[in-house]
């Protein structure tokens, strides 16, 4: 199970997660051992199986066996598999294998290089003669090896005799010969030749007590130095390869390149014998020349031992890989971990992953390699140098997450929090990881042109959320999501799954940031993640799910708490027999009905639980009684208001035809109760430019009448009887009227238009109706007509960026803001529809719609040819959803939180109530809690979401949504069971209400600092004592970094140059309403590589990483995120591809001006298309197509949305703002 989805318990490594398909488990022997703080040196135990040491983050894939783990397939991995070297195998060179792959043996001609195996059984006593190499070059002997290293003199000791068969071979020494412990170099340049090269020794010693600078090493070191210097901590020369071609630096270059002095003294850090490590992962540097790699401990073991390697050892040393910060590290930080932990501190701004030393093996515990899992299903990476963790102490770990170090005489080896991994060296003919280092790896490398900046770390290697999202659809896809237990995490909103109601709300409806909410706080206060709900109270259910049962109990209404009005729920406890209730908010008890009596079972539950939905399930409706309707009377149906802009630029853009004509069609599809009856809903039509038309379209008409009201300043309705009609009755004139009126203003010279008084008449109509209902405004440009709510050009891109900017986002005038208070007082919501060509004044123009809970929909530069099929499904899908009006909505909690801040588009007349004008199926209310008690673990905090709204038929109802989680008194608790998508839905709302009042520049600093703090204080009291230079992240907010990246990077905080402030303040309107899933694709687009479609069956492909590095130009990719739909087409895509998807053969016969994809009798083609729509529907709004063909000039909108690069606005790359972050957490942590 994914750990961010399900409490682990304490069980057996062998026992499998349930609901784990596809990824066979490990079946370890052992349980979790207690950790028992750090130790006073190093400790002998065995290296725990089951973990990837090159990678950051846990791994999914299966343990290996004894042996190789690539004996048995990983779903994850790629290509053939090569066996693990056996005795007598030769071992070849590196340089047959691009991207720094590792081979070992001869190469098969017909196979794909393959990786070597992880780790080995290592069994003390047992020597292997390794075969050399057959090149064209004589071999070297080991007495010529001898004699070519009679300058080196290595530390105090004298080193023994290597033996046979040494070259590229790594002995461990004999516990009896003491360890080499210091670097080596050699006055003599030695000419090695290509079936020889020396090993660098390691170096040990615990981590010393630094403050300040840390004194690395000298500049240079000469054999006589050598001796006389003591050792440095954890500083190892890399291992040497044997090269194949050219010859190796002489090893009279300076090896290091800094002055300061070595440390003084430095006690050992191992007992016994070093056993030999093996490299898992293919020694594949990140895209870039000069990918820095500075100095770090590398973890080679030494190679002068009498004791030899197994014969199932692979000959490949590990070192550790670093690479630097972009800024710089303060002074002084916390001081380096205990010994045990084997890390080397240093200063400067380095970061680095967690040198894992592995002790010798126990007998009979074989020791597995750790297993292949990586992001996107791609060949595995290099170690990124922030070791990145997420495994809690102290709790089992997910599949994939490493077992627990094996017990050994000394005890246990304490680990880092998840964070394991052994590190590789450099890439041969790569930087050296100190200036001036030789290059024992390798070649030298090829003259080759400038190559492409560097990138401090590899992608690959850091948490991908594509794996995150695959790993939680493989777990939680399969079986349904029962919501019986309290406060567990439910699956990612990516996750197709089936719920069962058992008497908490569907996550459809309600999902927490958290749900194991802090009992006091103060622990909340620390921790600072924010404590809130993101409710969606009218959501719609996928079609294998149950609607909301509807309960009626008549005219007493709904069974009530007497104090805090809470609605009967399943939480609710029955006393005295059944004859009265305890509230489970506020514990006030309550008096049962007569007619809501029944007896209570031997457990104390009414025997009729399960045939009442308030006494079983999570969410419900009530019929409401007459006192919960306005002025104490059932309301009236609801009324539709069309009113369409029949300016200039209105008609001369052909939109007034394509609304008629689309509304003929659309009356037929109102909301109804149910799909046989006639919708209840009444219409009107209204057209307007400086003055209004009103439509009589009474059914008893030949032809509709127009009245025309030119005074705008003080609006009214000029008709009562005939503008508010029945569709069915009124039919033939309504669609008289609609082919009438393009014809009438065909001929139009008015430019100027008016926008206040629209939405008055509108109201107004409403109101003699005395019912509530929605207006759709169809508005193309700025209301700068003489009449009330006149505006004016007040665009100004000067003060983007200053402390003026937030007056951007700011209603220009309070007129529109009064406006919407009375039309939610009346029940009038207000959707808007525009068309600008020019600056609108967004910000102004969505008051109204954003306070009385309508949408807000934005068509910039319409073009019928290019927009029109967007514009009609979208209004299509506006007219046809489920909404309710007049709504009203309160949060209950129980006693120890109350809910204190909202988000979204509503009103508040108060602190408790949330009124909406008009509540939609997508619309989504944020609500923050806080405390204001202490909370108990045992009884947990409920929520209760009670929304009161009338119906599309003119019925009152009641929707209830009840959620329990749980509370902890322990804060690791709390880092298990947050959910990362809810957070950043949270944050983004928060951020984006925050520039109203503040510089944006303030809002970006406040959410980087929110998350630094977050992520510190898990580091701090949750992980593992550490090195300050790794960065540790809680499992489940192991993506939370890259995340909030992306807002930061959105357009609404970050803009480009070519975004505008219409468009700014449209998003900024339209995300504060989003749900969770919505967000999150908007901030993490989907990017779904279309050569591996399948076309026989539904399943999308694997989606890639956000990234153009990801791009192939021989693809075709698909990318959307719920606004906008792309295909990018690669430069040398096959020609069968391409004639499949545009009926072309030619890459520049694509148009790139199409919208819909050609019509072919391909199985791609259909394919294709269906998939098209399928997302589509996913989505609240209609995502336009795309094409983007590479090196186009459209292309640098498509990279826009690549979010994991560097953006053109300036905002950081993922690694980058991942390295950012973690020196923000270092410098609170210091």
Same mark, same amino acid.
């Given at each position: 199970?994914?750990?961010?989805?399900?409490?682990?318990?304490?069980?057996?490594?062998?026992?499998?997660?349930?609901?784990?398909? @596809?990824?066979?488990?490990?079946?370890?022997?052992?349980?979790?051992?207690?950790?028992?703080?750090?130790?006073?040196?190093?400790?002998?135990?065995?290296?725990?199986?089951?973990?990837?040491?090159?990678?950051?983050?846990?791994?999914?894939?299966?343990?290996?066996?004894?042996?190789?783990?690539?004996?048995?397939?990983?779903?994850?991995?790629?290509?053939?598999?090569?066996?693990?070297?056996?005795?007598?195998?030769?071992?070849?060179?590196?340089?047959?294998?691009?991207?720094?792959?590792?081979? !070992?043996?001869?190469?098969?001609?017909?196979?794909?290089?393959?990786?070597?195996?992880?780790?080995?059984?290592?069994?003390?006593?047992?020597?292997?003669?390794?075969?050399?190499?057959?090149?064209?070059?004589?071999?070297?002997?080991?007495?010529?090896?001898?004699?070519?290293?009679?300058?080196?003199?290595?530390?105090?000791?004298?080193?023994?005799?290597?033996?046979?068969?040494?070259?590229?071979?790594?002995?461990?020494?004999?516990?009896?010969?003491?360890?080499?412990?210091?670097?080596?170099?050699?006055? $003599?340049? =030695?000419?090695?030749?290509?079936?020889?090269?020396?090993?660098?020794?390691?170096?040990?010693? =615990?981590?010393?007590?630094?403050?300040?600078?840390?004194?690395?090493?000298?500049?240079?070191?000469?054999?006589?130095?050598?001796?006389?210097?003591?050792?440095?901590?954890?500083?190892?020369?890399?291992?040497?390869?044997?090269?194949?071609?050219?010859?190796?630096?002489?090893?009279?270059?300076?090896?290091?390149?800094?002055?300061?002095?070595?440390?003084?003294?430095?006690?050992?850090?191992?007992?016994?014998?070093?056993?030999?490590?093996?490299?898992?992962?293919?020694?594949?540097?990140?895209? @870039?020349?000069?990918?820095?790699?500075?100095?770090?401990?590398?973890?080679?073991?030494?190679?002068?031992?009498?004791?030899? &390697?197994?014969?199932?050892?692979?000959?490949?040393?590990?070192?550790?890989?670093?690479?630097?910060?972009?800024?710089?590290?303060?002074?002084?930080?916390? #001081?380096?971990?205990?010994?045990?932990?084997?890390?080397?501190?240093?200063?400067?701004?380095?970061?680095?992953?967690?040198?894992?030393?592995?002790?010798?093996?126990?007998?009979?515990?074989?020791?597995?390699?750790?297993?292949?899992?990586?992001?996107?299903?791609?060949?595995?990476?290099?170690?990124?140098?922030?070791?990145?963790?997420?495994?809690?102490?102290?709790?089992? #770990?997910?599949?994939?997450?490493?077992?627990?170090?094996?017990?050994?005489?000394?005890?246990?080896?304490?680990?880092?929090?998840?964070?394991?991994?052994?590190?590789?060296?450099?890439?041969?003919?790569?930087?050296?990881?100190?200036?001036?280092?030789?290059?024992?790896?390798?070649?030298?490398?090829?003259?080759?042109?400038?190559?492409?900046?560097?990138?401090?770390?590899?992608?690959?290697?850091?948490?991908?959320?594509?794996?995150?999202?695959?790993?939680?659809?493989?777990?939680?896809?399969?079986?349904?999501?029962?919501?019986?237990?309290?406060?567990?995490?439910?699956?990612?909103?990516?996750?197709?799954?089936?719920?069962?109601?058992?008497?908490?709300? !569907? &996550?459809?409806?309600?999902?927490?940031?958290?749900?194991?909410? =802090?009992?006091?706080?103060?622990?909340?206060?620390?921790?600072?993640?924010?404590?809130?709900?993101?409710?969606?109270?009218?959501?719609?259910?996928?079609?294998?799910?149950?609607?909301?049962?509807?309960?009626?109990?008549?005219?007493?209404?709904?069974?009530?708490?007497?104090?805090?009005?809470?609605?009967?729920?399943?939480?609710?406890?029955?006393?005295?027999?059944?004859?009265?209730?305890?509230?489970?908010?506020?514990?006030?008890?309550?008096?049962?009905?007569?007619?809501?009596?029944?007896?209570?079972?031997?457990?104390?539950?009414?025997?009729?639980?399960?045939?009442?939905?308030?006494?079983?399930?999570?969410?419900?409706?009530?019929?409401?009684?007459?006192?919960?309707?306005?002025?104490?009377?059932?309301?009236?149906?609801?009324?539709?208001?069309?009113?369409?802009?029949?300016?200039?630029?209105?008609?001369?853009?052909?939109?007034?035809?394509?609304?008629?004509?689309?509304?003929?069609?659309?009356?037929?599809?109102?909301?109804?109760?149910?799909?046989?009856?006639?919708?209840?809903?009444?219409?009107?039509?209204?057209?307007?430019?400086?003055?209004?038309?009103?439509?009589?379209? *009474?059914?008893?008409?030949?032809?509709?009448?127009?009245?025309? $009201?030119?005074? $705008?300043?003080?609006?009214?309705?000029?008709?009562?009887?005939?503008?508010?009609?029945?569709?069915?009755?009124?039919?033939? $004139?309504?669609?008289?009227?609609?082919?009438?009126?393009?014809?009438?203003?065909?001929?139009?010279?008015?430019?100027?238009?008016?926008?206040?008084?629209?939405?008055?008449?509108?109201?107004?109509?409403?109101? %003699?109706?005395?019912?509530?209902?929605?207006?759709?405004?169809?508005?193309?440009?700025?209301?700068?007509?003489?009449?009330?709510?006149?505006?004016?050009?007040?665009?100004?891109?000067?003060?983007?960026?200053?402390?003026?900017? *937030?007056?951007?986002?700011?209603?220009?005038?309070?007129? /529109?803001?009064?406006?919407? *208070?009375?039309?939610?007082?009346?029940?009038?919501?207000?959707?808007?529809?525009?068309?600008?060509?020019?600056?609108?004044?967004?910000?102004?123009?969505?008051?109204?719609?954003?306070?009385?809970?309508?949408?807000?929909?934005?068509?910039? /530069?319409?073009?019928?040819?290019?927009?029109?099929?967007?514009?009609?499904?979208?209004?299509?899908?506006?007219?046809?959803?489920?909404?309710?009006?007049?709504?009203?909505?309160?949060?209950?909690?129980?006693?120890?939180?109350?809910?204190?801040?909202?988000?979204?588009?509503?009103?508040?007349?108060?602190?408790?109530?949330?009124?909406?004008?008009?509540?939609?199926?997508?619309?989504?209310?944020?609500?923050?809690?806080?405390?204001?008690?202490?909370?108990?673990?045992?009884?947990?905090?409920?929520?209760?979401?009670?929304?009161?709204?009338?119906?599309?038929?003119?019925?009152?109802?009641?929707?209830?949504?009840?959620?329990?989680?749980?509370?902890? %008194?322990?804060?690791?608790?709390?880092?298990?069971?947050?959910?990362?998508?809810?957070?950043?839905?949270?944050?983004?709302?928060?951020?984006?209400?925050?520039?109203?009042?503040?510089?944006?520049?303030?809002?970006?600093?406040?959410?980087?600092?929110?998350?630094?703090?977050?992520?510190?204080?898990?580091?701090?009291?949750?992980?593992?004592?550490?090195?300050?230079?790794?960065?540790?992240?809680?499992?489940?907010?192991?993506?939370?970094?890259?995340?909030?990246?992306?807002?930061?990077?959105?357009?609404?905080?970050?803009?480009?140059?070519?975004?505008?402030?219409?468009?700014?303040?449209?998003?900024?309107?339209?995300?504060?309403?989003?749900?969770?899933?919505?967000?999150?694709?908007?901030?993490?687009?989907?990017?779904?590589?279309?050569?591996?479609?399948?076309?026989?069956?539904?399943?999308?492909?694997?989606?890639?990483?956000?990234?153009?590095?990801?791009?192939?130009?021989?693809?075709?990719?698909?990318?959307?995120?719920?606004?906008?739909?792309?295909?990018?087409?690669?430069?040398?895509?096959?020609?069968?591809?391409?004639?499949?998807?545009?009926?072309?053969?030619?890459?520049?016969?694509?148009? &790139?001006?199409?919208?819909?994809?050609?019509?072919?009798?391909?199985?791609?083609?259909?394919?294709?298309?269906?998939?098209?729509?399928?997302?589509?529907?996913?989505?609240?709004?209609?995502?336009?197509?795309?094409?983007?063909?590479?090196?186009?000039?459209?292309?640098?909108?498509?990279?826009?949305?690549?979010?994991?690069?560097?953006?053109?606005?300036?905002?950081?790359?993922?690694?980058?703002?991942?390295?950012?972050?973690?020196?923000?957490?270092?410098?609170?942590?210091?």
């Amino acid at each position: 199970m994914n750990m961010n989805q399900q409490r682990h318990m304490a069980s057996l490594y062998g026992q499998p997660q349930p609901g784990y398909q @596809g990824y066979p488990q490990p079946a370890y022997a052992t349980q979790y051992a207690p950790y028992n703080g750090p130790t006073s040196g190093y400790q002998q135990g065995a290296l725990s199986s089951g973990y990837s040491p090159h990678a950051t983050f846990p791994s999914k894939a299966p343990a290996p066996d004894a042996i190789s783990d690539l004996s048995c397939s990983s779903p994850l991995d790629q290509g053939s598999v090569c066996p693990p070297p056996t005795l007598g195998a030769p071992v070849s060179a590196y340089t047959q294998y691009p991207q720094g792959r590792l081979q !070992n043996g001869h190469p098969a001609m017909s196979t794909e290089p393959q990786r070597p195996p992880i780790s080995q059984l290592y069994v003390p006593g047992t020597q292997l003669a390794y075969q050399q190499p057959q090149y064209s070059a004589p071999s070297t002997s080991a007495q010529q090896l001898t004699n070519r290293l009679s300058g080196m003199q290595i530390g105090s000791a004298a080193p023994p005799h290597s033996g046979s068969g040494y070259v590229n071979q790594h002995s461990v020494p004999s516990p009896s010969h003491p360890p080499a412990s210091a670097v080596f170099t050699s006055s $003599v340049s =030695p000419s090695f030749s290509q079936n020889s090269s020396p090993n660098a020794s390691l170096i040990h010693g =615990p981590p010393e007590n630094y403050s300040g600078a840390l004194p690395l090493v000298q500049r240079s070191l000469s054999s006589s130095s050598l001796s006389s210097q003591p050792p440095i901590s954890g500083m190892a020369l890399p291992s040497s390869r044997p090269p194949v071609t050219g010859t190796v630096p002489p090893s009279s270059q300076a090896l290091f390149s800094t002055d300061a002095p070595l440390p003084s003294t430095v006690p050992p850090l191992f007992e016994g014998p070093i056993p030999l490590i093996h490299s898992s992962y293919p020694l594949r540097p990140s895209p @870039g020349p000069q990918a820095q790699v500075p100095s770090s401990p590398p973890v080679t073991q030494a190679a002068f031992g009498s004791v030899h &390697p197994p014969p199932s050892q692979s000959p490949l040393p590990v070192s550790l890989v670093q690479q630097r910060f972009s800024a710089t590290q303060p002074s002084s930080f916390p #001081p380096p971990p205990p010994p045990s932990t084997g890390y080397l501190p240093h200063a400067g701004t380095v970061a680095r992953i967690p040198c894992m030393q592995v002790p010798p093996q126990l007998p009979q515990q074989p020791m597995l390699g750790p297993p292949l899992s990586q992001a996107n299903h791609i060949p595995p990476p290099p170690p990124a140098p922030l070791g990145i963790s997420g495994m809690m102490p102290g709790s089992q #770990p997910g599949p994939g997450q490493g077992s627990p170090m094996q017990p050994t005489q000394h005890g246990y080896q304490s680990h880092q929090n998840g964070a394991f991994g052994q590190k590789k060296g450099p890439q041969p003919g790569y930087p050296g990881l100190y200036p001036g280092q030789e290059n024992f790896s390798g070649p030298p490398p090829a003259p080759a042109p400038a190559p492409p900046p560097s990138k401090r770390l590899d992608p690959d290697s850091i948490p991908s959320p594509i794996q995150v999202i695959e790993d939680d659809k493989a777990n939680r896809s399969s079986e349904p999501f029962s919501t019986g237990v309290r406060g567990q995490v439910p699956p990612l909103v990516t996750t197709s799954f089936q719920v069962k109601d058992q008497g908490n709300a !569907n &996550p459809r409806y309600i999902r927490c940031t958290a749900y194991n909410v =802090p009992c006091t706080a103060d622990m909340a206060k620390q921790t600072q993640v924010p404590l809130a709900a993101i409710i969606k109270p009218l959501a719609e259910l996928p079609p294998d799910e149950a609607p909301p049962y509807i309960v009626d109990h008549g005219e007493g209404g709904p069974i009530r708490c007497n104090r805090c009005k809470a609605y009967m729920c399943p939480y609710m406890q029955f006393i005295e027999g059944g004859q009265r209730f305890q509230c489970a908010f506020c514990s006030c008890v309550t008096e049962v009905p007569s007619h809501y009596f029944q007896h209570l079972d031997h457990t104390g539950k009414r025997v009729d639980c399960y045939e009442r939905p308030e006494l079983s399930l999570g969410t419900y409706e009530f019929c409401a009684s007459v006192e919960y309707c306005k002025n104490n009377k059932p309301p009236q149906p609801p009324a539709y208001i069309f009113l369409i802009d029949v300016s200039y630029s209105s008609v001369k853009s052909g939109l007034v035809s394509i609304i008629c004509k689309e509304l003929k069609t659309l009356l037929d599809n109102l909301p109804r109760e149910t799909a046989e009856g006639e919708s209840k809903i009444r219409v009107g039509f209204v057209t307007y430019n400086k003055v209004l038309h009103f439509y009589n379209v *009474k059914s008893v008409l030949a032809q509709p009448q127009m009245l025309v $009201v030119s005074d $705008v300043a003080d609006m009214f309705v000029p008709l009562l009887d005939g503008f508010l009609v029945r569709v069915a009755e009124s039919r033939a $004139v309504i669609h008289s009227l609609l082919d009438q009126i393009p014809a009438m203003f065909a001929d139009t010279q008015e430019t100027e238009t008016v926008f206040g008084p629209v939405i008055q008449a509108g109201l107004e109509a409403l109101k %003699a109706a005395d019912c509530p209902g929605k207006l759709f405004i169809f508005h193309s440009s700025l209301p700068m007509a003489t009449a009330p709510g006149k505006l004016k050009n007040r665009e100004d891109r000067k003060l983007i960026g200053t402390d003026k900017e *937030k007056s951007l986002f700011q209603p220009q005038v309070s007129f /529109y803001g009064n406006l919407a *208070k009375e039309c939610v007082a009346q029940g009038c919501c207000v959707d808007l529809f525009l068309f600008p060509n020019q600056y609108v004044d967004v910000a102004t123009l969505g008051v109204v719609p954003y306070f009385t809970g309508g949408s807000l929909y934005k068509y910039t /530069y319409f073009q019928p040819a290019a927009d029109q099929e967007c514009f009609l499904q979208d209004l299509r899908r506006d007219m046809r959803k489920h909404v309710g009006f007049d709504a009203v909505m309160r949060v209950r909690t129980s006693t120890g939180i109350r809910a204190t801040d909202f988000f979204g588009s509503f009103y508040m007349s108060n602190t408790t109530d949330v009124e909406l004008a008009g509540l939609d199926c997508d619309k989504t209310i944020t609500v923050e809690f806080r405390h204001d008690d202490k909370l108990n673990e045992d009884s947990g905090a409920l929520i209760q979401c009670a929304v009161l709204y009338t119906s599309c038929s003119g019925q009152r109802r009641l929707r209830v949504h009840n959620l329990a989680i749980n509370c902890c %008194a322990q804060l690791a608790d709390l880092y298990r069971n947050c959910e990362t998508d809810a957070l950043v839905n949270y944050f983004a709302k928060y951020a984006y209400r925050s520039i109203l009042t503040n510089p944006t520049k303030v809002v970006r600093d406040s959410l980087i600092n929110q998350c630094a703090q977050i992520l510190a204080c898990y580091r701090k009291n949750c992980a593992s004592p550490s090195s300050a230079g790794q960065l540790i992240l809680p499992e489940c907010m192991k993506l939370l970094p890259i995340y909030l990246n992306c807002v930061l990077k959105s357009d609404v905080l970050y803009p480009g140059a070519d975004v505008s402030l219409d468009e700014r303040a449209y998003l900024r309107q339209l995300i504060s309403c989003m749900d969770v899933a919505e967000s999150h694709v908007y901030f993490y687009p989907r990017l779904l590589p279309l050569q591996k479609l399948d076309l026989e069956g539904e399943t999308l492909p694997v989606a890639l990483r956000d990234s153009e590095e990801r791009l192939s130009k021989g693809g075709v990719y698909l990318l959307e995120n719920g606004l906008q739909l792309f295909i990018w087409v690669g430069a040398s895509v096959q020609q069968e591809l391409l004639l499949s998807i545009f009926g072309t053969t030619a890459f520049g016969q694509i148009d &790139p001006n199409l919208t819909v994809l050609p019509l072919l009798d391909t199985s791609y083609s259909r394919r294709l298309r269906k998939m098209i729509e399928s997302i589509r529907a996913q989505r609240s709004r209609y995502m336009k197509l795309m094409v983007v063909k590479q090196e186009d000039r459209m292309e640098l909108i498509f990279r826009h949305f690549l979010v994991e690069d560097k953006s053109s606005s300036g905002g950081l790359s993922y690694v980058d703002f991942l390295c950012h972050m973690h020196k923000e957490i270092r410098q609170l942590l210091s």
